[in-house]
């Protein structure tokens, strides 16, 4: 059995805005749930727009979840997070370079996608809603 780690990123009222962002660079498919539409919308009060949970299914196995923090609930603690992805074939290196040039789009590069000093290609950037990617493709792959 296979044991999947996957992220599950927190907002402040722009999770539509960056799942359909990471949609749109990805791929995959999207779903989303307001907390209205998951609490009721008495309960959910001025929250009940925003995303309880959003879910992004992209090809090989990628997983993204994410939400909205409702005002007054405590995000404190949850840290900060830098998001991993790497391929070691053609067909990684094709797919891993196209979200590379999506992701950067309204973002920083922090460090260009580029032949590190291991090898393989590696590039850092911090996306358009403050999220930390991280690309690396094998030197056999580029």
């Given at each position: 059995?296979?044991?999947?780690?996957?992220?599950?990123?927190?907002?402040?009222?722009?999770?539509?805005?960056?799942?359909?962002?990471?949609?749109?660079?990805?791929?995959?498919?999207?779903?989303?749930?307001?907390?209205a539409?998951?609490?009721?919308?008495?309960?959910?009060?001025?929250?009940?727009?925003?995303?309880?949970?959003?879910?992004?299914?992209?090809?090989r196995?990628?997983?993204?979840?994410?939400?909205?923090l409702?005002?007054?609930?405590?995000?404190?603690?949850?840290?900060?997070?830098?998001?991993?992805?790497?391929?070691?074939?053609?067909?990684?290196?094709?797919?891993?370079?196209?979200?590379?040039?999506?992701l950067?789009?309204?973002?920083?590069?922090?460090?260009?996608?580029?032949?590190?000093?291991?090898?393989?290609?590696?590039?850092?950037?911090?996306?358009?809603?403050?999220?930390?990617?991280?690309?690396?493709?094998?030197?056999?792959?580029?």
């Amino acid at each position: 059995m296979t044991i999947g780690l996957t992220p599950y990123l927190q907002f402040s009222g722009n999770a539509k805005e960056a799942l359909e962002f990471y949609h749109a660079a990805l791929g995959g498919e999207l779903g989303m749930m307001t907390y209205a539409e998951g609490m009721g919308a008495d309960a959910a009060g001025d929250a009940g727009g925003q995303i309880m949970h959003g879910s992004l299914y992209v090809d090989r196995g990628v997983h993204l979840m994410a939400s909205d923090l409702p005002e007054g609930m405590d995000g404190n603690g949850f840290g900060t997070v830098s998001l991993s992805s790497s391929g070691d074939s053609t067909a990684d290196a094709a797919t891993l370079e196209s979200w590379w040039e999506k992701l950067q789009d309204g973002g920083t590069v922090v460090l260009p996608l580029e032949t590190a000093p291991w090898g393989d290609k590696f590039g850092q950037l911090i996306d358009k809603f403050g999220v930390a990617w991280m690309v690396n493709i094998t030197a056999t792959a580029s």
